[in-house]
């Protein structure tokens, strides 16, 4: 049968209404248009290529390309419509529709129970909306639909092909092929005794082949997802076996780049209708999966679609409620779940939770991977005002979809074919299987409440402050609640307890996450006040964790990758001390590192670094959390970051557990923790998959939430959604009186400490001598007197030599002495020489063997430092890798940690390996860093001192920069004058008079000297100086620089290997400074030397011309 339509001015206008998504420009031409309003070709008619461009913030002549582009698809589409009629075919009467409608075939979901609920399935023809809240399972359920479609037709199924349409980066390929593997045994299992050639279904059924019947799309812009939606008639028309496309999520990119919701609602639609014209033209089934959030209405909870309500028309709606954990929920009423328009009538549907626990038998198999609980509602009573209870949905069985391969809870059901509504089954029966969640519901009130404390102090600091990072706070909220409030041992009233564990927050931009825990905690360092002037000027809260700032914060983090690194060196302390200090009798050392690092992290080469020495060496004590939530800055994390993290962790040596519901999983979490203890031999890692802004409606699992306040809107929007009824940073009565208990408990557990410590030093002297120092910082009485001392007649040689006699003299008698170098111990003379390897069975030795990893040995030294006061750990390297490991070092500066960072290999004096080992620039760039002693000694004598002040600057780390080449020991040199700095080494001059003089360190002292020897032998009075270290000389008292370099003498002549640049500060306006401001060369040192000036000759000249 045919029947003719005639296509009239309105038609046409509808036509041109779409035409502008099929526009021949560049998406991103597409996308300016968009959000200028532009919705249609006919919008465009009367703009001027000018004001275009203004609005588009384009050239003109790109906007006049555009309108010119615009004006040829309008013509075309004038000359299509100006055909007076259109032939459409395919008409038929209602008794025939009916009869196919009941003779289609569904997609199963693996669930017996959801299918029934569904009417057999996914319906083909149709578009099925699919939403549920962030992380709790859409993409797995989306997958298996995905790989259901294609079982055999005559095994009960559609035989077909799957489209799927990945706009948010979610589609996991190793969950697809687990879920294709999975199906495969079910059907294969299901049809053992139903037909004799069961087992033909896995040869037809390969994992693989399912996946390449799987069509993939990633979509990362609206523009893309509406160029596809168009383009997808064409090519299911090529690929007739498709029969389910798979859209995931329908509105993300549109909730990322549409503030305009009445334009966000008419391009929804318009992508709508499409959808439901390709269900129906191909007789295929539309699966749409989107979010939902939670609303607090009338002291209840309800779900809603994050899909405006005006697009859901035709389609049917399922819910995703909950995710499986362990202990049974007892709440009851919790969701309010509406059914949209669909074949059967409008309903409101209350379900119930029942308080029994799911048998675990009935979980099947030992697979670890969670269910997601699904809670469905399809319009099944009439709705009315008056509505009796006869006419309310009763609680029955539902089983659980088998998204993770396990076997169905329920009794299998065959792919079926469409049942028609009747009476009997318009009163089907639905009852939420029990949800193991959490414990009760007393505990469910206060942890969420407790939660989401944590959650609005970091929202209202950062909305209060206009600055900050709320994401990572809201979605790690369970993660720091539970480690604060149940694992962690501390003691608020003393946050420098000992044995405390220890918390880093390598994610420091969350850092509201940490402040709002030290608060609820009873921290002193973090009041309310301090929440409020959070990124303030001088407020104990700044911008990222600071140690020295906040007492409760342990290292200083913000660039990412730092704080593991740190967090490796805490624990590597505490596997050392416990391994040399701990009786059979008292284990006096005890304590956990815990972590939190982020997808950022992971990128940054340091964070793998540190991670694999901490695998190697089995640090048992190390839990890091890994904050899975695939949002960066620059958006999802698929743009850049596409590794198994899993693995790669599994092949650095640690044990790896999954929580797939960071979220509301919480005894997921707990029992993670609970199994990391349980592992001595290795560092576990915890990957928490969570939703970045969790709980905020339109910016959770957006980058959006990842770096600015939220909005005062979206913070109110956010309130209701989790139903946070209170003011701005207010902390409810039960949840603080909850809290409260953590001060007298620290008190109690330190003060137990207190007395198995008294225990432990009756009866092991010497050792808790030693432990004490190490806690305390206080160094042993005269440990200076084990420094060496040489004169003139010492042998030379080279002061990375001098430097291991200075190592091996001090280890004797400074009990937290440690350290070694990144794989260059017999070219940095680092080794302690008494000791043996710090390995994963040998902990309590004191040579720690770094390897090749500059940037991850500064971290950790870092963190064995702020581990405990009188750690004094040191970490070497050529002096020119500095530049693989500055970022640590300057975070030691920052954060006080006194590292000493033993560095040889000082100047172009290495000779023939060349430039790309010789420093230049390297002593100026360290001179010009904060809160750091650059020192550069000449000789035995202030080689020894500079260990004396690198020891005595326990909050000051220190760099020695060191020779491999010899030198010879110098008249004049001392320890105390490198304390000041810089000092007299010769003068022949009387009265603070000199003609000249003249200013070296390191190996280019000896220059200086014999270049004083040769004036002198001239008659000039010549004063020979050795700056060490600018900072310390620049400490000292004005009266005791201007008896060093007095003012009244300008002739000052500078000669040191490296850059010049700063030595106008030393040698004046007037002066001469000799030095290498070029790339060095390969030669033998001597030659270099000479090519480059750095002569006793070179420097007599310059001090000819100026005295």
Not at 252 to 276: C, E, P, Y
Not at 361 to 386: E, F, P, Y
Not at 995 to 1012: F, N, P, R, Y
Request: glycine fraction near 8%; aromatic fraction near 8%.
């Amino acid at each position: 049968m045919r029947f003719v339509v005639f296509i009239g001015r309105q038609a046409e206008a509808r036509k041109l209404e779409m035409e502008i998504w099929r526009l021949p420009i560049s998406a991103s031409q597409r996308g300016k248009l968009i959000s200028a309003g532009y919705t249609s070709l006919s919008s465009l008619s009367s703009v001027s290529s000018s004001d275009l461009a203004r609005e588009l913030k384009v050239s003109e002549s790109e906007a006049l390309d555009i309108l010119k582009v615009a004006s040829h698809s309008h013509s075309k589409g004038s000359e299509m419509s100006s055909a007076n009629c259109s032939i459409v075919e395919g008409a038929q009467n209602a008794w025939d529709l009916l009869h196919e409608e009941e003779s289609l075939m569904h997609i199963t979901t693996s669930s017996a129970d959801l299918d029934n609920i569904l009417g057999g399935g996914i319906h083909c023809k149709e578009v099925t909306e699919i939403g549920g809240v962030p992380g709790i399972g859409k993409t797995q359920l989306g997958i298996q639909i995905a790989v259901n479609v294609q079982i055999p037709v005559d095994f009960g199924g559609l035989g077909g092909k799957a489209i799927y349409i990945d706009t948010e980066g979610s589609f996991m390929v190793e969950r697809a092929f687990q879920i294709a593997g999975a199906c495969t045994e079910d059907m294969s299992e299901y049809n053992r005794f139903l037909r004799k050639d069961f087992q033909a279904c896995k040869v037809r059924m390969q994992p693989k082949d399912m996946l390449e019947n799987i069509f993939y799309f990633r979509i990362c812009s609206y523009t893309e997802q509406i160029a596809l939606i168009n383009y997808l008639d064409k090519f299911i028309s090529e690929h007739k076996d498709v029969k389910v496309v798979v859209v995931d999520s329908v509105t993300f990119h549109f909730r990322q780049d549409f503030d305009d919701m009445a334009l966000r609602t008419r391009v929804l639609s318009g992508m709508a209708l499409k959808l439901m014209k390709l269900a129906k033209k191909y007789s295929l089934a539309v699966v749409l999966l989107n979010q939902v959030t939670t609303k607090h209405t009338e002291g209840s909870f309800q779900l809603a679609l994050a899909l405006d309500e005006k697009i859901n028309k035709s389609w049917w709606l399922l819910i995703l409620a909950f995710s499986l954990s362990i202990i049974t929920i007892k709440l009851s009423s919790l969701h309010l779940i509406k059914q949209r328009e669909g074949p059967f009538p409008f309903a409101n549907l209350t379900l119930s939770l029942t308080h029994s626990a799911q048998s675990k038998k009935t979980m099947a198999s030992a697979s670890s991977l969670t269910l997601s609980q699904a809670l469905l509602a399809r319009g099944i009573s009439s709705h009315a005002s008056n509505q009796s209870s006869d006419n309310r949905v009763s609680l029955s069985t539902l089983s659980l979809p088998t998204f993770s391969g396990l076997k169905a809870t329920g009794p299998r059901a065959s792919t079926s074919r469409r049942r028609l509504p009747t009476r009997s089954n318009q009163k089907r029966q639905v009852r939420a299987a029990a949800v193991e969640t959490i414990g009760t519901a007393a505990e469910t009130s206060l942890v969420e409440k407790s939660i989401n404390t944590i959650r609005f102090l970091a929202i209202d600091a950062v909305e209060k402050a206009n600055s900050g990072h709320p994401g990572l706070p809201m979605g790690c909220a369970p993660t720091g609640h539970i480690l604060y409030d149940e694992v962690m041992r501390y003691n608020p009233k003393n946050p420098y307890w000992f044995n405390r564990d220890r918390f880093v927050l390598s994610a420091g931009h969350g850092c509201m996450l940490q402040y709002a825990l030290l608060h609820l905690a009873g921290y002193e360092s973090v009041l309310e006040d301090d929440l409020k002037n959070f990124r303030q000027w001088e407020s104990r809260t700044p911008g990222h964790p600071e140690n020295f700032e906040t007492p409760g914060v342990e290292v200083t983090t913000g660039p990412l990758g730092q704080g593991v690194a740190n967090a490796v060196g805490l624990a590597l302390a505490e596997k050392h001390l416990a391994a040399r200090f701990n009786k059979p009798d008292n284990e006096i050392i005890d304590h956990y590192t815990y972590v939190i690092l982020g997808d950022g992290c992971q990128m940054e080469g340091i964070a793998n670094e540190a991670c694999s020495l901490a695998g190697h060496w089995g640090l048992g004590k190390l839990i890091a959390f890994y904050d899975d939530n695939h949002i960066s800055i620059d958006g999802d994390t698929e743009i850049a970051f596409t590794e198994s993290v899993d693995k790669r962790f599994e092949g650095l040596g640690w044990h790896v557990i999954w929580v797939k519901n960071g979220n509301t999983g919480y005894d997921d979490i707990r029992a993670a923790i609970k199994e990391a203890k349980a592992v001595k031999d290795k560092p576990t890692m915890i990957k928490v998959t969570t939703t970045i802004g969790y709980g905020s409606p339109n910016k959770a699992n957006s980058y959006s939430v990842h770096g600015s306040a939220l909005g005062a809107k979206e913070v109110d929007a956010t309130r209701k959604n989790l139903g946070w009824p209170y003011e701005p940073f207010h902390v409810p009565e039960d949840v603080k009186g909850h809290w409260s208990r953590h001060v007298p408990q620290g008190a109690a557990l330190e003060a137990e400490w207190n007395a198995k410590f008294a225990e432990y030093e009756k009866k092991y002297r010497e050792e808790a001598a030693e432990l004490k120092s190490i806690i305390t910082g206080e160094l042993p009485a005269g440990w200076e007197k084990a420094l060496p001392k040489y004169t003139p007649e010492s042998p030379a040689d080279a002061t990375r030599n001098l430097s291991q006699q200075n190592l091996n003299a001090l280890v004797k008698v400074l009990p937290g002495l440690l350290g070694g170098s990144a794989d260059l111990a017999s070219s940095n003379m680092t080794l302690l020489k008494m000791y043996g390897d710090f390995q994963k069975d040998t902990p309590e030795e004191r040579n720690v063997r770094f390897g090749v990893r500059e940037h991850g040995m500064g971290a950790i030294s870092n963190g064995i430092a702020l581990h405990s006061p009188g750690l004094i750990p040191y970490c070497a390297t050529f002096f020119v890798f500095t530049d693989y490991m500055r970022a640590a070092i300057r975070i030691s500066a920052l954060s006080q940690a006194g590292v000493i960072y033993v560095m040889t290999h000082d100047s172009i004096g290495l000779g023939e390996d060349g430039p790309t080992h010789q420093p230049i620039e390297h002593l100026a760039s360290f001179r010009a860093m904060p809160n750091i002693l650059m020192l550069r000694p000449a000789d035995g004598n202030e080689t020894a001192g500079a260990y004396k002040v690198a020891v005595l600057n326990r909050k000051t780390p220190s760099i020695l920069a060191l020779s491999r080449q010899k030198l010879p020991q110098l008249a004049g040199t001392s320890i105390e004058g490198v304390e000041k700095g810089g000092y007299i080494v010769s003068d022949n001059s009387s009265g603070n008079k000199p003609d000249v003089i003249l200013i070296g360190t390191g190996s280019e002292l000896e220059i200086a000297a014999k270049a004083a020897d040769e004036l002198r032998k001239g008659g000039k009075a010549v004063r020979v100086v050795s700056l060490v270290s600018w900072e310390l000389f620049d400490e000292q008292s004005d009266a005791y620089k201007e008896s060093v370099l007095p003012s009244s003498v300008s002739a000052r002549v500078s000669i040191e290997a490296g850059s010049t640049f700063g030595w106008e500060k030393i040698v004046g306006a007037k002066g001469k400074a000799i030095g290498i401001d070029r790339f060095g060369a390969s030669a033998p040192a001597g030659r270099i030397y000479k090519e480059f000036g750095l002569t006793p000759e070179a420097v007599v000249a310059a001090a000819k011309e100026l005295c």
